[in-house]
Each structure stands twice: as C-alpha cells, then as structure tokens.
Nanobody
Framework: QVQLVESGGGLVQPGGSLRLSCAAAGSIFSINDMGWYRQAPGKQRELVAAIRSGGTTKYADSVKGRFTISRDNAKNTVYLQMNSLKPEDAAVYYC???????????????WGQGTQVIVSS
C-alpha cells in the first residue's frame, strides 16, 4: 500500500506564502502524475496543479503565475509553493499520486489526508 503524508498548511494573511509538501511511502515501483487538489466548503474538489514524472506541469487558471508545483523523484515528494495567496485560495488541499506498486501491472490513484489552508487577515 501507499501512504501520502502532507504538511505545510496553516493560517496566512492575504498576499502571503505557504509551501505544501507531500511525501509518498510504501511499496512504490514508480510514480507517474502527482498533483494537488483542493476543496472548499460547499464546493467540489478541484485540480490546482499537477506534474508528471518528466516535469511537465499544468495549473488551474485561478492559480497560474502564483503557484508553482515541483517534485523530487528520488524522494517521491511533491511540493506546492503558493505565493500571493487570496482568501479564495482557502481550502483543504489534497495530494494525489498515480502509483505503480511492486509486483503489480496496473496504476492506482492514492490520496493524502488533506491539509488545511486558511487565508485571512
């Protein structure tokens, strides 16, 4: 099995920055896509940013130019640097990874437990 452990959430003032981290652990042979999603109260979970193992990235329009996703393949870790935070960025942020386990031949999606981001003065 795979565990995704997130860290870095918290309270920040508008205009501030936070850096989220998510480390994957378990019987991992390979990780393809890794990404960050968020869910605000009363809203659906939405993709924030994603990155492929080769480094190709994509972002939600609402965060382009403010957020940067990166990963360390050797550490099975993905990061989300969030700058110029706005109140509308407040949500629970979830890490996602598409993983190939040892001794299997199919990819599966795993999720972290979520980390709260609060943007308020």
């Amino acid at each position: 099995q795979v565990q995704l452990v997130e860290s870095g959430g918290g309270l920040v003032q508008p205009g501030g920055s936070l850096r989220l981290s998510c480390a994957a652990a378990g019987s991992i042979f390979s990780i393809n896509d890794m990404g960050w999603y968020r869910q605000a109260p009363g809203k659906q979970r939405e993709l924030v940013a994603a990155i492929r193992s080769g480094g190709t990235t994509k972002y939600a329009d609402s965060v382009k130019g403010r957020f940067t996703i990166s990963r360390d393949n050797a550490k099975n870790t993905v990061y989300l640097q969030m700058n110029s935070l706005k109140p509308e960025d407040a949500a629970v942020y979830y890490c996602n990874a598409r993983v190939l386990l040892y001794y299997t031949d199919s990819w599966s999606d795993y999720w972290g437990q979520g980390t709260q981001v609060i943007v308020s003065s």
